[in-house]
């Protein structure tokens, strides 16, 4: 259950940036990192190491410690570029 509250509040960051430039390069970042890290096989490996350690992740704390900080981060940098546009 508390995974699906920090989707949404993910999902909920990243759609309310889509009407300003930043949300546009956050798009633009995660495509290219998906689409560079794809088709190069070291760079697979990191990037399947990172989502197995954001989905797959057995040790609880730093599981716990990931997902509460990564749509911090997020929501972080949209009220830094929010207030820097204002």
């Not at 309310?16 to 689409?35: E, F, K, N, P, R």
């Not at 560079?36 to 704390?61: C, D, W």
């Not at 749509?71 to 830094?80: D, I, K, Q």
Request: charged letters at 5%.
């Amino acid at each position: 259950m508390f995974f699906l509250l920090l989707v949404m509040i993910f999902l909920h960051v990243l759609l309310s940036m889509q009407t300003h430039w930043y949300g546009w390069l956050t798009d633009a970042v995660i495509i290219a990192i998906i689409c560079i890290f794809t088709p190069i096989a070291p760079l697979r490996a990191v990037l399947a190491g990172f989502f197995q350690m954001i989905m797959l992740n057995s040790n609880a704390v730093l599981h716990a410690g990931e997902q509460d900080f990564t749509p911090l981060l997020l929501f972080l940098s949209y009220r830094a570029c929010r207030s820097g546009a204002g």
